[in-house]
């Protein structure tokens, strides 16, 4: 069973950066290079959205609403996936969810990101 913990939310100002962490455990690095890692998330409101993607060849892509700002990377070796987010504005207000999918697809917890002033 892999589990997915992500951290690295907080409050930040309009224009601010932040990192987004996601640490995968109950799978081996070797297993976890064959995942495809995402990173979507969810406004209030709103349904959840796709915000970033890296296949297990290392193809990424991107929402439109993110493309230039928001940068996602992953270490096998730390089994972890990243989100670099620059450039936030008031409209990435949402929490940020990890996911993993290779047969099955496994959700993180999730974790806030406010942009405000």
């Known amino acids: 069973q892999v589990q997915l913990v992500e951290s690295g939310g907080g409050l930040v100002q309009p224009g601010g950066s932040l990192r987004l962490s996601c640490a995968a455990s109950g799978v081996s690095g070797s297993t976890f290079e064959s995942y495809a890692m995402s990173w979507y998330r969810q406004a209030p409101g709103k349904e959840r959205e796709l915000v970033a993607t890296?296949?297990?060849?290392?193809?990424?892509s991107y929402a439109d609403s993110v493309k230039g700002r928001f940068t996602i990377t992953r270490d096998n070796a730390k089994i972890t996936v990243y989100l670099q987010m620059n450039s936030l504005n008031t409209e990435d207000t949402a929490v940020y969810y990890c996911?993993?999918?290779?047969?099955?697809?496994?959700w993180g917890q999730g974790t806030q990101v406010t942009v405000s002033s």
């Open positions: 890296m296949t297990r060849y290392g193809s990424t």
């Open positions: 996911h993993a999918r290779r047969m099955l697809e496994y």
